[in-house]
């Protein structure tokens, strides 16, 4: 038994946020001072270090559960299933279902019931519940549908990433050019046909205070009252780079394949220097340099959706060709990601 991707399916809001929307924002640091640069000179090295031109966010009627349905729509109708027969709803996000302007956090009910009474999947045996693991709930989520599956306890699971991080914004804190809303959606099923999840590495470290890299706190020109989505960019940058290409490295060697074989890495839209420097970290632990367009980068022109980006990307690339990426049958690609936790996973699959 194989467990595939059978469809895909996303949701990528309309609303287009060009980084000169920010040219009139007053910016402070962590420590409350105020940044005396120009926005002119902080949106410049802004883009310089993270590749973002652009962001999508969603309407102002609209909240993660109407981007996360229709994302799983297109992904029911591309899986070519009933929707009755989904054993598991898993949806992975960060900040839950917020309004517009309420500064509330929902996380009650889960996400992923709302998403089964948006779909209307009348089966009680469909299980729905919600993933938290950072940027890399996604991931994890195919992990745990797949170790159900295995057991037996599943044939069919609708695994999303979803997040509106345009909801948990402090506009005085550069970091928030990163943030972005979108959605992206991916079936997992038991397949008796070729290829499919090879294996997969998944690990945590808290144990060096890397727990409290990316949080919630205050806004940087207040200092109290609401709190808002915050990071500390430079440590989580010396991180990825010291700790993801390690966990790549040990989910490809479990999946007996080699180094060569690989013809994309789908990795989570963070910050297109990063991301580079990952890739060519874990190729150089092979002794090679990193291919050319091994690399699929869509955050130039979405940001950071966080828990979207890599099935979005993913989906893009399969119905799109989205910047130039092809996926034919056979190809071996890996799915990775980084975040709050500090959390890392990967997946080494096979089209």
């Avoid at 027969?85 to 889960?110: E, K, R, W």
């Avoid at 044939?155 to 550069?174: E, I, M, N, P, W």
């Avoid at 990825?240 to 994309?264: F, Q, R, Y």
């Avoid at 090679?288 to 979005?312: C, D, R």
Wanted: hydrophobic share 40%; glycine share 8%; charged share 20%.
């Amino acid at each position: 038994m194989n467990i595939k991707i059978t469809g895909t399916g996303s949701s990528i809001p309309n609303n287009i946020e060009l980084n000169s929307s920010f040219s009139k924002h007053s910016f402070y640091d962590a420590n409350g001072s105020v940044i005396y640069n120009s926005n002119e000179v902080v949106i410049e090295k802004f883009k310089a270090i993270t590749g973002i031109e652009k962001r999508r966010y969603i309407n102002d009627d609209q909240t993660v559960v109407d981007i996360a349905i229709e994302a799983a729509k297109k992904t029911i109708l591309d899986a070519k299933i009933d929707q009755e027969s989904i054993d598991y709803i898993i949806v992975a996000h960060n900040v839950g279902d917020i309004t517009l302007n309420s500064n509330q956090v929902n996380t009650l009910p889960s996400l992923a019931s709302k998403v089964k009474a948006g779909l209307n999947i009348k089966s009680p045996d469909c299980v729905a519940y919600d993933i938290l693991f950072g940027c890399p709930g996604w991931v994890e989520g195919v992990i745990q549908a797949t170790a159900f599956i295995k057991a037996g306890m599943a044939k069919k699971c609708l695994v999303l990433g979803a997040d509106t991080l345009s909801r948990v914004l402090d506009h005085s804190d550069r970091d928030s050019m990163i943030y972005a809303d979108g959605a992206g959606a991916s079936m997992i099923e038991a397949s008796k046909g070729k290829g499919g999840i090879l294996s997969h590495k998944t690990v945590t470290y808290t144990s060096e205070g890397e727990a409290d890299f990316i949080f919630y706190g205050p806004s940087n020109d207040k200092g109290k009252g609401t709190k808002y989505i915050k990071m500390h960019g430079r440590k989580v940058y010396e991180f990825a780079l010291s700790k993801v290409p390690l966990a790549l490295k040990k989910c490809l060697e479990t999946s007996g394949k080699s180094i060569d074989d690989v013809k994309k890495i789908f990795i989570h839209q963070a910050n297109l220097k990063m991301d580079d420097a990952i890739v060519k970290r874990f190729y150089k632990l092979y002794g090679k340099a990193m291919p050319n367009n091994v690399l699929p980068m869509n955050i130039q022109e979405f940001g950071n959706s966080s828990v979207a980006t890599v099935p979005t990307l993913f989906d893009l690339v399969l119905k799109e060709n989205y910047g130039g990426h092809k996926l034919k049958t056979g190809d071996l690609i890996l799915f990775a990601s980084v975040g709050a936790g500090m959390n890392i996973n990967a997946i080494t699959y096979l089209v």
